[in-house]
C-alpha cells in the first residue's frame, strides 16, 4: 500500500504570493491533518479535514486554508505569504478521526519565503 | 509553561545502552503518542497510548494518566536509533480535537 504522498518536496516562493502544497493520503484514509515545523516554534497543528469538512483548526491565521476532495485528497493553500512561514509543512492521514487514531506522516513540502 | 514538555532536551549515549526519554503534560489527553523523525524530515509514528504500556521490538512505552506522564525506553540503542524523538497528545474537546506536540527529544547514539 502507498504511503502519504506530498507534493511538491521543496519550493520557493517570494513575499507576498500564494502557494497550494498538495497530500495524497493512504488509500482508505478519510481524515488528512496539516501541520507546520519551524525550528523556532517546533511542530504545530494547522486542520484536520474529514471526508471534505474541515473538523478541527489550530490558531493559525485565516491565510492558511484547506480543502479535501471527494478522494480524500487534501491541498493546502497559504495566500500572501510572509518570510514568517518559511517552514516545513507536513500533511498526515488516519483512517478514523484526529484524536483517536494513528498518524501516517508525508514525507513534508519544504517552503523557503524570500 | 507549555501544554507538553520533554526531558532531557538532548541526549547522547554509547551503543548499547538502556535509553529513557520523558514527557509529561498538563492538559487532559484522549491520547498519546511517540514520534521519530530523523534528518530529513521524515517522521514515524512509533505509538499510541491511552493507558499502560506497548512494546515494539527494543522499543516500549509506558503512560500514567494520572500523574500525566510517558516513557520511551529504547534498549540495546544503536546508531540508527539517532533522530528526534517527539511526544505528541491527542486533546478531545466538545467542539473540536487538537494536538499538541512536546520540543522533542535529540537523541544520538555513539558507536
Known sequence: ??????????????????????????????????YQQTPGQGLQFLFEYFSETQRNKGNFPGRFSGRQFSNSRSE????????GDSALYLCASSLGALAKNIQYFGAGTRLSVL | KNEVE???????????????????????????????QHPGGGIVSLFM???GKKKHGRLIATINIQ????????????????????????????SYDKVIFGPGTSLSVIP
Open chain 1, 1 to 34: 500500500k502507498a504511503g502519504v504522498t506530498q507534493t511538491p518536496r521543496y519550493l520557493i516562493k517570494t513575499r507576498g504570493q500564494q502557494v497550494t502544497l498538495s497530500c495524497s493520503p493512504i488509500s482508505g484514509h478519510r481524515s488528512v491533518s496539516w
Open chain 1, 76 to 83: 493546502m493553500n497559504v495566500s500572501t505569504l510572509e518570510l
Open chain 2, 6 to 36: 520533554q526531558s532531557p532536551q538532548n541526549l547522547t549515549a554509547q551503543e548499547g545502552e538502556f535509553i529513557t526519554i520523558n514527557c509529561s503534560y498538563s492538559v487532559g489527553i484522549s491520547a498519546l503518542h511517540w514520534l521519530q
Open chain 2, 49 to 51: 497510548l491511552s493507558s
Open chain 2, 67 to 94: 500523574e500525566k506522564h510517558s516513557s520511551l525506553h529504547i534498549t540495546a540503542s544503536h546508531p540508527r536509533d539517532s533522530a528526534v524523538y517527539i511526544c505528541a497528545v491527542t486533546v478531545m474537546k466538545t
